[in-house]
């Protein structure tokens, strides 16, 4: 039976043992894993996350967080799961890259300060780099179904690397691509089709949303503030514990521009915060 906790102002947090309904790969560094977690699918909003161990036992040791990529859903419309975009690169992600289906994951959740959807006239641009496209496939749906305009600006190394692209196409997702290597739209980083499309903007009110790199996140804060527009950025911390207990995720923030920063954890007060709150130099 999966153990859960309520906390005052957010859903239930769920600890079950998830069964992996599909492991997609989409490259040999990337892959989709599909886990029936309907106790944590049911509660999860945009941005949040779930700290996922692959197998019991010390190796590894701690979970490792990953954002909820996407809600699945019965021929009703009720939760029944959730996916992750995965990105091998070490330990953990070695193995959720080879995990079958019919095995089983640990899996704590929803965990984390979810993304603020906004509503039109306002419109929703979503700005991400490589894995930081995982937080967006959820945001995305909300924002639809609100009928608010998404476009997503979405940079990768080349065309190849441009995972997932249809898939929000086939949501209503506006695409505006950049590759390094200029194998698809913009030659160079994604900041290049923002800063464009943000020049021409006109009158159009905009909620930037950033997650990737440090330094394309820090990159679009600094266009927001310069066309004064809210930009919120889900940071990539390292976390040990994902509930705020073990304070390895510390980032510091300032209340008000120019005011004295403190430390904050990314877990809990975050993994979303507004960029203009963020100490950037010291990420």
């Given at each position: 039976m999966p153990h859960t906790a309520a906390t005052r102002d957010r859903p239930a947090i769920a600890d079950v043992t998830a069964r992996v309904l599909a492991n997609t790969h989409l490259s040999d560094d990337y892959n989709v894993l599909a886990l029936a977690a309907p106790e944590i699918a049911a509660g999860a909003r945009p941005g949040q996350f779930v700290m996922l161990k692959p197998r019991p036992g010390h190796d590894p040791l701690l979970r490792r967080p990953f954002s909820i990529f996407e809600i699945l859903r019965d021929?009703?419309?009720?939760?029944?799961?959730?996916?992750i975009l995965n990105k091998r690169a070490g330990r953990t992600t070695g193995l959720l890259a080879g995990i079958a289906p019919g095995e089983s994951v640990a899996c704590l959740g929803p965990l984390g300060r979810p993304f603020e959807v906004v509503d039109p006239p306002t419109e929703a641009w979503m700005v991400a780099g490589g894995v930081g496209l995982a937080p967006f496939a959820t945001l995305?749906?909300?924002?639809?179904?609100?009928g608010t305009a998404v476009t997503l600006f979405y940079g990768a190394r080349r065309d190849a690397d441009l995972h997932c692209a249809g898939a929000f196409e086939r949501r209503g997702v506006r695409i505006a691509c950049s590759t390094e290597d200029g194998s698809r739209g913009d030659r160079g980083l994604v900041t290049v089709p923002l800063a464009r499309a943000l020049e021409r903007r006109g009158g159009t009110a905009v909620h930037l949303y950033a997650c990737g790199p440090t330094p394309m996140m820090r990159a679009v804060a600094a266009l927001a503030g310069r066309h004064g527009c809210r930009c919120d950025v889900s940071l990539e911390q390292v976390?040990?514990?994902?509930?705020?207990?073990?304070y390895s995720c510390v980032v510091r923030v300032r209340e008000t521009p120019g005011g004295t920063p403190r430390f904050v954890r990314s877990c809990s007060d975050g993994p979303v915060f507004d960029a203009a709150r963020i100490v950037w130099e010291e990420l």
């Open positions: 021929a009703q419309g009720l939760p029944t799961g959730l996916t995305a749906d909300a924002l639809i179904a609100r976390m040990g514990c994902g509930l705020g207990g073990c």
